[in-house]
């Protein structure tokens, strides 16, 4: 069963403009990555964040994490044409290595 | 470094017809898993094994079964394969070393059609 439920299911935006992306969870986490997914391609790790942790920064990507509300968003700032893929949250809780994932944003950027 | 390696890309099966997934990894990772994705369900994890020697059930397993042959590699099996097992399959690597708390590596994965 899934964890993680993104938001909006798809987004469409314009090159420069930011995309904001929010994931929903329902148990105690120990962290929550994103993910991002160009077609027909594997999944690459984009950012991690503890449960202790607030917000995160990488490059264009900041991530929030709100554990009282069990939800997170994804911003990139300053799109580009190369941003659209598909955005997966995953969630970790226990102390296993498990993580499971949400099923996905799909992004385009128009140029 | 390759990263996470799969083969092969693309597969058609029978139903009824039997067929291995292969992975591998050169990142002398610990724990390696097998997902599958299919539209609008996201990523659902069949098998994982956290350590060289040891599997265990995800999400998903009825219908498959895993080796993990030595560290790098770990198979995936498709006994009788059934039209719902169509899919594209992800095999991903972690560390392992962090109690869960690392990232995935994943491979580019194999779409396989049951007809």
């Known amino acids: 069963s899934q964890q993680g439920e993104e938001d909006p299911q ?8 930011n995309a904001t992306m929010n994931c929903s969870y329902k148990t105690s986490i120990n962290n929550l990555q994103w993910y991002r ?36 968003s994804l911003l990139i700032t300053a799109s580009r044409a190369a941003d659209t893929a598909s955005y997966f949250c995953a969630t970790l809780s226990g102390a296993n290595s498990k993580l499971t994932f949400g099923k996905g944003i799909t992004l385009s950027v128009r140029p | 470094n390759a990263g996470v390696t799969q083969t092969p890309k693309f597969q058609v099966l029978k139903t009824g017809q039997s067929m291995t997934l292969q992975c591998a990894q050169d990142m002398n990772h610990n724990s390696m898993y097998w997902y599958r994705q299919d539209p609008g369900m996201g990523l659902r994890l069949i098998y994982y094994s956290a350590s060289e020697g040891t599997t265990d059930k995800g999400e998903v397993p009825n219908g498959y079964n895993v080796s993990r ?21 992800f095999c991903a690597s972690s560390t392992g070393l962090a109690g869960g708390q690392e990232t995935q590596y994943f491979g580019p994965g194999t779409r396989l059609l049951v007809l």
């Open chain 1, 10 to 17: 798809a987004l469409s935006i314009q090159e420069g403009e």
């Open chain 1, 37 to 72: 997914q160009n077609s027909g391609r594997g999944l690459v790790h984009l950012i991690l964040i503890r449960s202790n942790e607030r917000e995160k920064h990488s490059g264009r990507l900041r991530v929030t994490l709100d554990t009282s509300k069990k939800s997170s």
């Open chain 2, 69 to 89: 042959l030595n560290k790098r590699e770990f198979s995936l099996r498709l006994e009788s394969a059934a039209p719902s097992q169509t899919s594209v399959y």
